[in-house]
């Protein structure tokens, strides 16, 4: 009888991965921070939050309990806090302990923090003598050092608890030092360019599958898509281009230690043309970094297409 191999459990890839390393959640109030540290609980992580700033190099150097990860969760309400200086002695902390040390940043569009905030009738930190929309506008600059030196960035503006947890494990597990972890993500222009985005193609020049009613309501994942979109004469030279970029930047990015690189395909639905491409890059990376995944944010969410893409 033939040994049955079990399938590897994600939750328990991300417990071996998380040991030993400290994890920094920050950004925007209402963008998932405390909703970010209870699912790093459930990946076996020791879970700190608003911590005084003075107490955290205490903290982290002496690292959490044998066989787990430490979660420490950090915003504007922490004691001791300015963003400038404790960007610093993220750095500084970096050359002193042993452990591996990753700024996480929550990012949100800002309407949609607004509206958490006015669904919960919860009172933003940064908003209690003004307008909640001036409060958000200037949590956003007091934060933008964090969000320059974060290692992670995550835009939770269109996810939902679960698909938001699934996100977080995804960026952070199985990514070895000075190897990038990809994460290609196509979108639709009309909702907006992904927040966490490093790198932004716009596909929108490439032939349009809607406008071709056998097509119109698949996907860029189905065949006759694909071929679709490459019978266009510059897809081949466009393909071609973007691929010997990527094999010029991510040598480049694993060198200065980047970890997690966010690669944005747009067009106007994110349905064919941008889908189509986030796939076959998905495939083209596979070959050349550690882990790649691809998400497909207007299909992931079943976003509403209206008859009208152009």
Known sequence: ???????????????????????????????????????????????VDNLP???????????????????????VRTRDFAAD?????????????????????????????????????????????????????????????????ADVVIDTSLTNIHEFGRLLRDRLVGVPVGEANVL?????????????????????????????????????????VGAFITEDPDFEEFFSCLTNLLALLLPRFNEEGKSYLTIAIGCTGGQHRSVYVAEELRNWLAERATQVDVRHRELSFDTEKSGDER
């Open 1 to 47: 009888m033939s040994e049955q191999i079990k399938p590897t459990d994600p939750d328990d890839e991300a417990r071996s991965s998380l040991a030993g390393r400290v994890l920094v959640v920050t950004g925007l109030s209402g963008a998932g921070r405390s909703t970010a540290l209870k699912a790093l609980e459930d990946m076996n992580c020791e879970a």
């Open 53 to 75: 700033i003075r107490l955290m190099p205490s903290l982290i150097q002496q690292g959490s309990a044998a066989g787990r990860g430490l979660a420490i969760g950090v915003d």
């Open 85 to 149: 200086v404790f960007a610093q002695q993220i750095e500084e902390l970096r050359s002193q302990v042993s452990c591996r040390i990753d700024l996480v940043f929550l990012d949100c569009a800002n309407e949609v923090i607004a509206r958490r905030y006015t669904e919960t009738r919860r009172v933003h930190p940064m908003a209690s003598d003004r307008p909640l929309s001036d409060g958000i506008a200037a949590e956003r600059r007091l934060l933008s050092p964090l969000l320059d030196g």
């Open 184 to 224: 290609v993500t196509s979108f639709s222009y009309r909702h907006g360019v992904p927040r966490d985005a490093d790198l932004v193609i716009d596909v929108r020049f490439l032939r349009n599958p809607h406008y071709d009613r056998d097509l119109r309501a698949k996907t860029g994942r189905d065949p006759d």
